[in-house]
């Protein structure tokens, strides 16, 4: 059962409860407070932050709704993992032959958390195409990256990824993985990363 902290007003209570949705102060005092000024509600919004009762409430809730929908930080953390650090070896095989695709059966229950999309298209020639497709990994390590202070310095993160065998490149204002196991054995990394 849900249990408001003494001292707040309804309408600081209700600002609680809006900010879980999703977590937009701004968005949240002015569903409540029906505020004009955008700047004006987004001051009020974070001066309402640092009150003290404010974020107690705001823990009591957050833990009610961790244990109501059974999702903790850590199971979050953990399909971050999953995506982040599948590997494209442990659903297919490839080589001289061709590609041959591990069943479903053979993969471990994580594993299959990691693929976003599976589809077959016969062509018109008689084979048949079959792609598929991994979530977004760079997303999931930035993710993942951020959560454990290492987006802090960039530098330290683009070594990691190198370490992992990926050059990061740059391009416009996103950063893109390229897996050096594609590259050739005498590549230069660090031209390449300037070169991007």
Same mark, same amino acid.
């Given at each position: ?60 809730? &957050? ?5 109501? +929908? ?6 979050? %953390?953990?399909? =971050?993992? /999953?995506? @982040? ?37 016969? &062509? ?5 195409? +079959? ?6 990994? %760079?997303?999931? =390590?930035? /993710?993942? @990256? ?51």
């Amino acid at each position: 059962m849900l249990q408001a902290c003494s001292g707040l007003s309804p309408k600081q209570l209700q600002f609680c409860k809006e900010f879980l949705n999703d977590l937009n102060a701004t968005a949240a005092y002015n569903r409540v407070y029906q505020v004009k000024n955008s700047a004006t509600a987004a001051a009020c919004a974070a001066r309402l932050l640092t009150n003290a009762k404010v974020q107690e409430q705001i823990q009591v809730l &957050m833990a009610e709704r961790s244990r109501r +929908t059974q999702i903790s930080s850590d199971k979050v %953390l953990h399909e =971050l993992a /999953l995506i @982040a650090f599948s590997d494209m070896r442990e659903f297919a095989t490839w080589g001289t032959n061709g590609i041959s695709l591990k069943s479903s059966e053979a993969l471990e229950d994580d594993l299959s958390r990691a693929i976003a999309e599976i589809n077959s298209q016969e &062509m018109e020639h008689g084979g048949v195409h +079959t792609r598929v497709k991994l979530y977004d990994k %760079l997303s999931a =390590l930035k /993710l993942l @990256a951020r959560h454990t202070g290492l987006l802090g310095d960039l530098n330290q993160a683009f070594n990691v990824f190198r370490r992992y065998g990926y050059v990061v490149k740059q391009e416009g204002t996103g950063y893109w993985l390229q897996d050096t196991y594609a590259l050739e054995p005498d590549a230069d990394l660090d031209d390449l990363e300037k070169d991007q």
